[in-house]
Each structure stands twice: as structure tokens, then as C-alpha cells.
């Protein structure tokens, strides 16, 4: 007889940079199988309220990352990624 192993749910990861990308989908924020991750560059000095409240209702599954440098070095190390040639 086959051992039957319970994995947990799969967990969608968003990552969204807010110095690109200014209109978030916030339905999607609170998901139950999404860890929301939201970058913010240094040029970044304000955040729309509706974005902020609905990143306090789901503080366990937001992460706010403050980017101390626009320059792409810094997000490829925080990704440990290589550049695109």
C-alpha cells in the first residue's frame, strides 16, 4: 500500500514593482494561496490609501520591500537573478 503524503497547498508568489507597475489588481492581494511581495523604489514617495488598507487587512501574506536604489543591481541581488542579455 502506497504512503500518501499531505503536501500543503501551492503558494502563488506576486512580486510587483511599484516604480513600473502603479496599478495593482487588489483582488488579488489576500488571496489565500498568494504571498504578495511589493517592491518600492526610492523615487516612490506616496501609495494610493485603498492599496495601503487592503495591504493592513492582509499583513501576513504582504511583504513591503523600500528599494534603497533605482539601479536594476539592486533587485537582481534581492532575486539572487542574472541579467537578460
Do not use: W
Not at 501551492?10 to 513600473?20: G, L, Q, S, W, Y
Not at 502603479?22 to 489565500?32: E, F, P, Q, R, T
Not at 511581495?37 to 499583513?59: I, N, W
Amino acid at each position: 500500500m502506497p504512503a500518501t503524503t499531505h503536501l500543503p497547498p501551492p503558494v502563488n508568489h506576486v512580486f510587483v514593482d511599484f516604480e513600473n507597475v502603479h496599478k495593482v489588481d487588489l483582488a488579488v492581494i489576500g488571496s489565500k494561496a498568494v504571498s504578495f511581495t511589493l517592491l518600492v523604489g526610492p523615487r516612490q514617495t506616496k501609495l494610493d490609501v485603498s492599496l495601503v488598507e487592503k495591504l493592513f487587512e492582509h499583513a501576513v501574506s504582504v511583504q513591503l520591500v523600500r528599494l534603497t536604489s533605482a539601479q536594476p543591481k539592486e533587485t537582481r541581488q534581492l532575486f539572487d537573478c542574472k541579467p537578460r542579455p
